[in-house]
């Protein structure tokens, strides 16, 4: 019993509370997880079939007793090797217990139970197998959701039921009036012994193994080299009426040095949908503090050498190239490399709105000429300062990205080679205009999700 009940809670529970780990606790999340009653649907679905493949090879423990045989006194019986070659779960229902977690409910489930038996009555031996056939077993557990102050998830029982509607015993033997006794005295105490130790197997595994395993859960999981992502819990899981939302910090930090960000994750109203199974809600504070630990890990800074433009271009990366811009720069240094060092000033942040994303990064870009020693002459600094948005379109079946270059602002902060010819850098701007072409197709699943 304590592996069946097992199996059905982790292939339930873990699957909806454990779809994204847990972290510390904050104002609101960047992070929503919603799972609707047909997601819950599927779970129990899924959960009840784990179930029965676990039950196959299951052993229960030996069942003995005594009993009164006419004429002859109290005889001792007992049943042993028993095992279970058949087990079935027509019907299983998860649902939201509205301010609490969740309600796990089995219903018409059958159990074969195949053995042997003996009865004992001084010169009296008796022995053969039997089959048990436990029919309209119901069981009902109410279980609470809630977090600690790490932002991993708890799970207790409050309450767990259980009931046997029909037991049937059937002994094959010669000794038909022994068997009809046998079959009473085991009938009522079997269907007491079972609708006890149900619930106390269940609410065993819930404390024994459920909970420890949430308690070795981590906050936290390194994205790369140069980041990490707290997904813990802000809250307990809110289970309404239809609907069970698991809420996530959903920050972003720098692996170096992580120091708390200056700004607060906006309140998110998912709309009140039923059709998929889960719904994920993000908000621009996921990508804003990536965008700050990118920024403080320097992951924005990049480099641009000649041996980076493609082969076939016709403008190349040397001060040759640079003449009709730069006159003084060819002169200066003739038939030289040159080398692109970019930052960007500060952490772009990121602004969402329905179907559409805008970013307006500043950055620094300053030209080095290589020398033929291989060492780096500064020769000038540009400031350059853009805004880009990205329309979003969804479907059915794949997600659409339109990217729209904004106005492009440069201007020369410094320069070690005289003037540019062409447009004034100290007020040059450039506006882009209409959005380009797809910038991105992403075809969807076709399941619920």
Request: glycine fraction near 8%.
């Amino acid at each position: 019993m304590g592996t069946w009940a097992r199996a059905l809670l982790g292939s339930t529970l873990l699957s909806l509370l454990l779809a994204a780990a847990p972290g510390a606790l904050g104002t609101n999340p960047g992070l929503i997880t919603r799972i609707t009653d047909k997601g819950l649907e599927y779970a129990a679905r899924e959960g009840l079939l784990a179930l029965q493949r676990k039950l196959l090879g299951v052993t229960l423990p030996d069942f003995d007793g005594d009993f009164r045989i006419k004429h002859l006194g109290r005889a001792q019986y007992k049943f042993y090797s028993l095992e279970i070659p058949r087990f079935e779960l027509l019907r299983g229902t998860l649902r939201p217990l509205p301010g609490q977690g969740l309600s796990l409910d089995i219903s018409d489930a059958y159990i074969h139970v195949r053995g042997s038996w003996k009865v004992r009555k001084a010169f009296l031996r008796l022995k053969n197998s039997f089959d048990l056939y436990v029919k309209g077993l119901t069981i009902s557990v109410h279980l609470v959701l809630g977090s600690e102050p790490s932002g991993r998830p708890t799970v207790t029982t409050s309450s767990c039921s259980s009931d046997i509607q029909n037991v049937e015993l059937d002994i094959e033997g010669d000794l038909e009036e022994l068997l009809n006794l046998l079959q009473s005295q085991i009938d009522a105490r079997l269907r007491e012994v079972l609708e006890s130790k149900i619930c106390r197997q269940i609410e065993e595994a819930v404390t024994a193994h459920l909970q420890p395993y949430l308690q070795t859960l981590p906050v936290t999981t390194q994205i790369d080299s140069f980041a990490g992502i707290d997904y813990s819990l802000m809250e307990a899981p809110r289970a309404t009426a239809g609907m069970l939302d698991v809420m996530f910090k959903g920050e972003i930090f720098p692996l170096d040095h992580r120091s708390p960000v200056d700004f607060l994750a906006p309140a998110m109203n998912l709309p009140e949908a039923h059709s998929r199974m889960v719904y994920f809600a993000i908000s621009d504070y996921v990508f804003n503090t990536a965008s700050l630990a990118y920024h403080k890990s320097g992951y924005w800074n990049f480099s641009i050498t000649d041996a980076m433009v493609p082969a076939d271009s016709n403008i190349r990366l040397t001060t040759k190239s640079f003449r009709a811009f730069v006159p003084r720069l060819a002169k200066l240094y003739p038939n030289m490399n040159l080398e692109l060092q970019g930052s960007v000033a500060s952490a772009p942040l990121v602004n969402l709105s329905p179907e559409n994303l805008f970013a307006a990064p500043q950055m620094d870009i300053e030209a080095f000429v290589v020398l033929p020693s291989s060492a780096r002459e500064p020769v000038f600094r540009l400031g350059v300062a853009t805004n880009v948005s990205a329309t979003l379109t969804l479907n059915t079946s794949k997600i659409t990205g339109f990217l729209k270059p904004g106005r492009l602002q440069v201007e020369l902060k410094e320069s070690k080679v005289g003037g540019f010819n062409g447009p004034d850098l100290q007020s040059w701007d450039h506006d882009f205009g209409q959005p380009s072409q797809p910038l991105w197709t992403e075809a969807g699943g076709h399941g619920d999700s």
